[in-house]
T-cell receptor, first 114, second 111 residues
Framework: DTGVSQDPRHKITKRGQNVTFRCDPI?????LYWYRQTLGQGPEFLTY????????KSRLLSDRFSAERPKGSFSTLEIQRTEQGDSAMYLC????????????FGPGTRLTVT | GDSVTQMEGPVTLSEEAFLTINCTYT??????LFWYVQYPGEGLQLLLK?????DKGSNKGFEATYRKETTSFHLEKGSVQVSDSAVYFC??????????FGTGTSLTVIP
């Protein structure tokens, strides 16, 4: 396995459009996390899944954001009616089981909303 | 709420200098603590971790000790190299399985 992958790596969209990002975690990992990172800041937690169940959502995740992990493998993050403030790097990470295990991060999807 | 505070950068050091990047945390219970590194153009990579008080994490010459009494997890390296230039993030994993990251400290090592 080559690690966590994300697609696309870069996305430029116009304000008001919808965008969808995909994350493929490390295959044996049952937990999957989404983060947002803006310039000069650390990653901010958005949501996470254990298998196909979405267990936690941050208050940062407005109703324009939705995430799915339909079969407990890959995940998608959709942003509807994008705003300029949504411009950021969206990071996906995965980990194996609960507890103290570290997360493995993907390269991120950089979103620019014009 | 839980949070991580780390030393602001940027930090510029000469090669072979001693490095300390301070990190303190606020959390209920007993979180796990991590240092992640982000090299230019790359994703975040785990550098080291400690899961309980007094544990010392170490990797690639970097060390950090989990100090519950001072709620700290300072990163140190005795002799930095140019290849250590990167952004370093301190993070905690709380008992609710949520990660909290610091704002990152940019390190530049000059020859």
């Amino acid at each position: 396995d080559t690690g966590v992958s994300q697609d696309p790596r870069h996305k430029i969209t116009k304000r008001g459009q919808n965008v969808t990002f995909r994350c493929d975690p490390i295959s044996e990992h049952n937990r999957l996390y989404w983060y947002r990172q803006t310039l000069g800041q650390g990653p901010e937690f958005l949501t996470y899944f254990q298998n196909e169940a979405q267990l936690e959502k941050s208050r940062l995740l407005s109703d324009r954001f939705s995430a799915e992990r339909p079969k407990g493998s890959f995940s998608t993050l959709e942003i509807q009616r994008t705003e300029q403030g949504d411009s950021a790097m969206y990071l996906c990470a995965s980990s194996f089981t609960a507890g103290k295990d570290e997360q493995y991060f993907g390269p991120g999807t950089r979103l620019t909303v014009t | 709420g839980d949070s991580v505070t780390q030393m602001e950068g940027p930090v510029t050091l000469s090669e072979e200098a001693f490095l300390t990047i301070n990190c303190t945390y606020t959390a209920t219970g007993y979180p796990s603590l991590f240092w992640y590194v982000q090299y230019p153009g790359e994703g975040l990579q785990l550098l080291l971790k400690a899961t309980k008080a007094d544990d010392k994490g170490s990797n690639k010459g970097f060390e950090a000790t989990y100090r519950k009494e001072t709620t700290s997890f300072h990163l140190e390296k005795g002799s930095v190299q140019v290849s250590d230039s990167a952004v370093y993030f301190c993070a905690l994993l709380n008992t609710g399985n949520q990660f909290y990251f610091g704002t990152g400290t940019s390190l530049t090592v000059i020859p």
